[in-house]
């Protein structure tokens, strides 16, 4: 059995972006950049301008780059508005009484984040800003404050807002099996797994390091918190009416209209109209604390520009290098490799979620979903999995990438809210805490 040119070009694409962090000490944009011009020399030397220009333009025309600029966008809009930290305050009248409370509170905010945007850099950023310094001042350790942060990062990634999903869903070899509606359902049944795992980690971490609740008078009476702050919970509107409209009764009723159809309903992109629509409901109810003039504004877009452009240049890499690995066959070999394997089921599950993981934590959700997803999701049914199981292990592995060293933008996002100086003392408990029990959990699912 031969390797084929995508195979080996995957590898070399990973081997050059690990030993440019590693080796070099240079960013993951770097290293990117670097893979993806090694790689596009695999079509041949005559056509690498072309290779080149064609993928670079295909992965800027795709939809979950512009859904990523717009949802670290709305991030900023939340921040300034002031509506993570009512939704913080929210919590933690429902819990902060509990043992590590703080802690609990940055994990069902984490989990609320993810139902809006499902970008775990953004996650650890804007959550973590309320929820780092005072994990810290209840008591948590900056080490494993910056953990629980970093470690939570990826709960988005699990859930139905992460763009992955729907790329997943639309890939050839899983469209036929299972569509968005019952993929959404089984994610987000999957994504409450993975809170529920993480919620017990808070746990383990409180008694193991002997967290004491909340102070008293950081806890608002809740119906104040109610009062105050319940127009957070507004944003769930913004979720739920791009998702009535295109999936559900009301898209079928709206199919059925000569002057709308099919066509009008398929062109409601959730993921586009999802952060649109809920940075309009947090300009509404958090409009006094938002700047009124163009300066003000501009210096909120300046204010993400670093991220966007770091983010943006990442995923525009990703694509474009998983543009050339699909070109080349590369998911057409590596079925190959796994079609060849005779192994038990589970172990071909185990190796499905491994594989997963270890491509998740160079590349991003989208590319790795673009490059190994249809792979995956095939070795899943052939191994005995419903497709609904099989997109929810697949989500969940790929959750695991907000945690994993060393390349990880949470980690380090985490380190500098926690003034964690060394970010290498993250690696060994979000590896043995949180990446692989999130990746048995898959397994299981």
């Given at each position: 059995?031969?390797?084929?040119?995508?195979?080996?070009?995957?590898?070399?694409?990973?081997?050059?972006?690990?030993?440019?962090?590693?080796?070099?000490?240079?960013?993951?944009?770097?290293?990117?950049?670097?893979?993806?011009l090694i790689i596009s020399l695999f079509m041949g030397p005559a056509n690498y301008p072309s290779t080149?220009?064609?993928?670079?333009?295909?992965?800027?025309?795709?939809?979950?780059?512009?859904?990523?600029?717009?949802?670290?966008?709305?991030?900023?809009?939340?921040?300034?508005?002031?509506?993570?930290?009512?939704?913080?305050?929210?919590?933690?009248?429902?819990?902060?009484?509990?043992?590590?409370?703080?802690?609990?509170?940055?994990?069902?905010?984490?989990?609320?984040?993810?139902?809006?945007?499902?970008?775990?850099?953004?996650?650890?950023?804007?959550?973590?800003?309320?929820?780092?310094?005072?994990?810290?001042?209840?008591?948590?350790?900056?080490?494993?404050?910056?953990?629980?942060?970093?470690?939570?990062?990826?709960?988005?990634?699990?859930?139905?807002?992460?763009?992955?999903?729907?790329?997943?869903?639309?890939?050839?070899?899983?469209?036929?099996?299972?569509?968005?509606?019952?993929?959404?359902?089984?994610?987000?049944?999957?994504?409450?797994?993975?809170?529920?795992?993480?919620?017990?980690?808070?746990?383990?971490?409180?008694?193991?390091?002997?967290?004491?609740?909340?102070?008293?008078?950081?806890?608002?009476?809740?119906?104040?918190?109610?009062?105050?702050?319940?127009?957070?919970?507004?944003?769930?509107?913004?979720?739920?009416?791009?998702?009535?409209?295109?999936?559900?009764?009301?898209?079928?009723?709206?199919?059925?209209?000569?002057?709308?159809?099919?066509?009008?309903?398929?062109?409601?992109?959730?993921?586009?109209?999802?952060?649109?629509?809920?940075?309009?409901?947090?300009?509404?109810?958090?409009?006094?604390?938002?700047?009124?003039?163009?300066?003000?504004?501009?210096?909120?877009?300046?204010?993400?520009?670093?991220?966007?452009?770091?983010?943006?240049?990442?995923?525009?890499?990703?694509?474009?290098?998983?543009?050339?690995?699909?070109?080349?066959?590369?998911?057409?070999?590596?079925?190959?490799?796994?079609?060849?394997?005779?192994?038990?089921?589970?172990?071909?599950?185990?190796?499905?979620?491994?594989?997963?993981?270890?491509?998740?934590?160079?590349?991003?959700?989208?590319?790795?979903?673009?490059?190994?997803?249809?792979?995956?999701?095939?070795?899943?049914?052939?191994?005995?999995?419903?497709?609904?199981?099989?997109?929810?292990?697949?989500?969940?592995?790929?959750?695991?990438?907000?945690?994993?060293?060393?390349?990880?933008?949470?980690?380090?996002?985490?380190?500098?809210?926690?003034?964690?100086?060394?970010?290498?003392?993250?690696?060994?408990?979000?590896?043995?805490?949180?990446?692989?029990?999130?990746?048995?959990?898959?397994?299981?699912?």
């Amino acid at each position: 059995m031969s390797i084929g040119t995508g195979l080996i070009a995957f590898i070399v694409f990973l081997a050059v972006v690990f030993l440019w962090i590693l080796l070099l000490k240079r960013n993951v944009t770097e290293g990117l950049g670097a893979a993806f011009l090694i790689i596009s020399l695999f079509m041949g030397p005559a056509n690498y301008p072309s290779t080149i220009l064609s993928a670079l333009n295909t992965a800027a025309m795709d939809t979950p780059f512009l859904a990523t600029m717009l949802f670290m966008l709305m991030a900023a809009i939340m921040n300034r508005a002031g509506v993570i930290e009512r939704l913080v305050e929210l919590l933690n009248s429902l819990i902060g009484k509990v043992r590590g409370g703080a802690a609990y509170v940055s994990t069902c905010a984490s989990f609320m984040f993810g139902l809006v945007s499902g970008n775990g850099d953004a996650n650890s950023a804007t959550v973590g800003a309320i929820t780092v310094p005072w994990m810290k001042e209840s008591g948590w350790s900056p080490t494993i404050a910056a953990t629980i942060n970093a470690g939570n990062a990826g709960v988005c990634q699990a859930m139905p807002a992460c763009t992955a999903m729907f790329l997943l869903v639309g890939l050839e070899g899983v469209a036929e099996y299972i569509d968005v509606g019952t993929a959404y359902v089984a994610v987000l049944c999957g994504g409450v797994w993975s809170l529920g795992y993480r919620l017990l980690r808070v746990w383990l971490y409180a008694r193991k390091y002997d967290v004491q609740p909340v102070p008293a008078d950081r806890i608002k009476p809740l119906w104040k918190s109610f009062r105050e702050d319940g127009s957070s919970l507004l944003i769930l509107v913004g979720i739920s009416i791009p998702l009535v409209i295109t999936i559900g009764p009301l898209s079928t009723v709206l199919k059925g209209i000569e002057s709308f159809g099919s066509t009008g309903v398929s062109a409601i992109n959730i993921v586009v109209w999802v952060p649109i629509l809920v940075c309009i409901i947090c300009m509404l109810i958090g409009w006094k604390r938002l700047p009124h003039t163009v300066s003000g504004w501009l210096d909120i877009a300046k204010g993400c520009q670093k991220s966007i452009c770091s983010a943006g240049t990442i995923l525009l890499f990703s694509l474009a290098s998983c543009d050339v690995l699909s070109t080349l066959g590369f998911s057409e070999d590596l079925a190959v490799i796994l079609g060849n394997l005779e192994l038990p089921s589970i172990l071909m599950v185990l190796i499905g979620c491994v594989l997963v993981v270890l491509v998740a934590s160079p590349l991003s959700a989208n590319a790795t979903t673009t490059a190994i997803g249809a792979v995956t999701f095939t070795v899943f049914i052939q191994a005995g999995a419903s497709p609904s199981a099989a997109v929810a292990a697949f989500m969940i592995a790929l959750s695991t990438a907000g945690a994993s060293p060393p390349s990880s933008a949470p980690i380090f996002i985490s380190c500098g809210l926690a003034g964690v100086e060394k970010a290498e003392s993250l690696f060994k408990p979000l590896v043995t805490d949180y990446v692989i029990p999130v990746t048995l959990l898959a397994v299981l699912v």
